[in-house]
């Protein structure tokens, strides 16, 4: 697939990946509401929503849930932006992953599975609360 895109559109998609990374909320939702992919993803299967959430930053995580992001996808190994916000211990992306109806039983591992194998209390009971 990635043989078939150019330079150019290759270095915008990993810029915009990069976006979702570094919490760059604003330049990100301007990318989005212009007209770029909401479940955009990257060769490890990762989504915007996924990497914004693994990399703590429920701003992002949030702006994105707003513009459609599909919270049931999951990358390459099977995780969810929901196990990832739970592995981060990123409270506001948990509460808003949840509030979108992210499931806590989905993915592999899923994030109720992940806050056990890490011993993460507080998100395991963020995750019974629902």
Do not use: W
Not at 40 to 67: F, M, Q, S
Not at 72 to 92: E, I, K
């Amino acid at each position: 697939m990635t043989e078939d895109l150019d330079a150019a559109t290759l270095a915008f998609a990993h810029r915009m990946f990069d976006l979702a990374r570094s919490g760059s909320t604003d330049e990100l939702a301007a990318q989005l509401d212009a007209g770029l992919p909401v479940n955009l993803t990257n060769d490890k299967g990762d989504t915007l929503l996924i990497l914004a959430a693994y990399h703590a930053h429920p701003d992002t995580v949030a702006a994105l849930l707003d513009r459609g992001a599909d919270h049931t996808r999951v990358n390459d190994r099977g995780q969810t932006a929901l196990a990832a916000a739970v592995f981060r211990s990123s409270t506001d992306a948990v509460r808003a992953l949840l509030a979108a109806g992210a499931d806590p039983a989905h993915g592999t591992p899923s994030a109720v599975e992940t806050a056990q194998f890490f011993d993460l209390p507080e998100m395991a009971q963020l995750l019974r609360a629902g």
